[in-house]
């Protein structure tokens, strides 16, 4: 049987309108790539890349969705398993920020109920172009409570950090997760001694 090359697999979503960049981000974190012409993503399709975090190797698998409203109903099957989305809009186009209320609600509708969730301005090189304030996707992410971070696959800002950043959260929350169940078990370890000692002395009287 082949050895395990990884300890935690972390499944990773992008989601956000057609053409705000997520194949470019995708492809700047996996390859170390950039491509500055556009291919629309016909419906799914996902890279693996292994990351080292707390000491632990993590294989992310990263699904890169098709932002047109006809693959609606291909990508939101894939909301349900991943424990982690990145919804990505462009500074430079108005209606891919407008449209952030729309994607968080797809993910409340579609995906588990404690998937970690950042949003991404991309294309952050484009300054003379930017039509959003960093301010605006900062204010938004704050009303939901969420992480924030402008990136741009072209220049290579903050590709990686926004990954590693998501990545550390899905593993803080499974580790508070662990250590809450841990701590239960004790518990109802603790509680069924006491029961077996109680029933041992009633025996005894």
Not at 69 to 75: A, K, L, M, S, V
Not at 114 to 143: H, L, Q
Not at 147 to 152: D, G, I, K, L
Request: aromatic share 8%; net charge neutral; with cysteine.
């Amino acid at each position: 049987m082949a050895k395990k090359t990884y300890d935690l697999l972390f499944k990773l979503l992008l989601i956000g309108d057609s053409g705000v960049g997520k194949t470019s981000i995708l492809f700047r974190f996996s390859d170390d790539a950039y491509t500055p012409t556009f291919i629309s993503t016909i419906g799914i399709d996902f890279k693996i890349k292994t990351i080292e975090l707390k000491g632990k190797k993590i294989k992310l698998q990263i699904w890169d969705t098709a932002g047109q409203e006809r693959f609606h109903t291909i990508t939101t099957s894939y909301y349900r398993g991943a424990m982690g989305i990145m919804l990505v809009y462009d500074i430079t186009n108005a209606k891919s920020f407008d449209n952030i209320q729309k994607w968080l609600r797809n993910i409340d509708e579609h995906a588990n109920e404690d998937v970690e969730k950042m949003i991404v301005g991309n294309k952050c090189d484009m300054e003379d172009r930017r039509i959003i304030p960093k301010e605006r996707g900062e204010a938004i992410a704050r009303e939901h409570g969420i992480r924030f971070m402008e990136t741009s696959a072209c220049s290579n800002v903050n590709v990686e950090k926004a990954f590693l950043d998501l990545a550390k959260a899905i593993l803080d929350n499974q580790t508070a997760d662990q250590e809450r169940q841990d701590s239960q078990d004790r518990v109802n370890i603790a509680r069924a001694e006491q029961r077996n000692t109680l029933a041992s002395k009633c025996c005894n009287i």
